[in-house]
Every structure is written in C-alpha cells, then in structure tokens.
Antibody
Framework: QVQLVQSGAEVRKPGASVKVSCKTSGFTFNAHYMNWVRQAPGQGLEWMGRINPNSGTTNYVQKFQDRITMTRDTSISTAYMEVRSLTSDDTAVYFC??????????????WGQGTLVTVSS | QSVLTQPPSVSAAPEQKVTISCSGGSSNIEYNYVSWYQQLPGTAPKLLIYDNNKRPSGIPDRFSGSKSGTSATLAITGLQTGDEADYYCATWDTSLSAGLFGGGTKLTVL
C-alpha cells in the first residue's frame, strides 16, 4: 500500500535551518510529484512547492523561493525539504503529499503524517 | 488572506445536507480542476473529491463536488457527527504557477 512516512518533530532556534524527510513506499516514486504543505497552529493549509522526482525540477511559492530547497534521493524513494533562516512564523506542521505528475496538478491523494517544526529561542 | 474564499464555518443537523463554497478567479478555479479535503483534528488532510467531481475509492457518495465558472461547491448529505472536521478546497493557479488552498471551513454537526 502507498505510504509516506515523515521524520520526527524538530525544535530549532531562530535563524537556524531544518531538513524534513518523507520516505515513500508502495508506488513508483518517479511517477508522481511530491508536494510540501504546511499548517501553522490553528491556521489553514499552505502549499509551499513541489518536486518532480524524475527530473529534480522544483516549483516554489515565491514567498519561500529564497529559503527553501526541495530535493530527492530516488535510490531510497525519499523526498526532502530544507527550510533556512527560520523564524517563529515558521512554527508549523509540515506535510508531504503526493500528486499526479502534470503541470496543473492539485490532487493530493496521499499524505505523510506531518512533522512538527517548532522555532523558539 | 487566501486567493480562494471559503466560509469560515457552516453547521447543520444530523441527516441534513450542507454545502461549502469555494470562490476563486479566472487564473485558478475557472480553468483548473478543483479538489476537496477533509481534515480531522490532529490528522493529515484526506482527499474527498478530485477533478471537480470525482470520488477516490472508499469515499461515500454522500460527498459530491461541482464547479461552475470561478466557483466550486462541496455537498455533504446525510450528515453524521463523524463529519465534523475542517474542509479545504484546492486548485492550481496558472498565473502564480502554484497550488492554492482555500482558507478552510469548519463544519459543525449540531
């Protein structure tokens, strides 16, 4: 069965970086986009960007363009997202979510369990 | 402030029907597919509707989706207490070249 398993909760100080992983199984990793979505406490969902595991090509939301990097390791079917220069506003649950691999895709059919990132001094 | 506008909350009695709207524009909803998600407290979102009106396997036909112009609607019939959750619409924005979520709607089953 399709599974997306994310790394555990993280605590970082302001200005630091964090890298979250999303290990997948049960499907062809290269055949789907991997998206990253975050949810601040008590807030809604926010799409941050996606990676095409087949090519490594990425699409980032402009507000995160300078602070995030999405990568993948196809040998272990795992996607990663690094967020740099963290502030308290980045405290959120970060989800990875699979979608079909076409340009205007927004069908997120399988999700990871979420990774809580807390930014606090 | 989300580009896609949803009502913050809706409510209805058990067994009744409720609709949740999602309003966007010509660069997003009008020419792209809409999907809908249910999020129970403390859990990851779950896909309810994709491609405007299709249900993944396992989603009951009490949930249905529609789209007209720059707006989309999720309808839930035969409401159950277990349907109490937050609901989000999503689509692609061609101008932004980005995915979009609505602000979310909290459903209360009275």
């Amino acid at each position: 069965q399709v599974q997306l398993v994310q790394s555990g909760a993280e605590v970082r100080k302001p200005g630091a970086s964090v890298k979250v992983s999303c290990k997948t199984s049960g499907f062809t990793f290269n055949a789907h986009y991997m998206n990253w979505v975050r949810q601040a406490p008590g807030q809604g969902l926010e799409w941050m960007g996606r990676i095409n595991p087949n090519s490594g090509t990425t699409n980032y939301v402009q507000k995160f363009q300078d602070r995030i990097t999405m990568t993948r390791d196809t040998s272990i079917s795992t996607a990663y997202m690094e967020v740099r220069s963290l502030t308290s506003d980045d405290t959120a649950v970060y989800f990875c979510a699979r979608s079909p691999r076409y340009l205007s895709s927004s069908n997120f059919d399988y999700w990871g369990q979420g990774t809580l990132v807390t930014v606090s001094s | 402030q989300s580009v896609l506008t949803q009502p913050p909350s809706v409510s209805a009695a058990p067994e009744q029907k409720v609709t949740i709207s999602c309003s966007g524009g010509s660069s997003n909803i009008e020419y792209n597919y809409v999907s809908w998600y249910q999020q129970l407290p403390g859990t990851a979102p779950k896909l309810l509707i994709y491609d405007n009106n299709k249900r993944p396997s396992g989603i009951p036909d009490r949930f249905s989706g529609s789209k007209s112009g720059t707006s989309a609607t999720l309808a839930i019939t035969g409401l159950q207490t277990g349907d109490e959750a937050d609901y989000y619409c999503a689509t692609w924005d061609t101008s932004l070249s980005a995915g979009l979520f609505g602000g979310g709607t909290k459903l209360t089953v009275l």
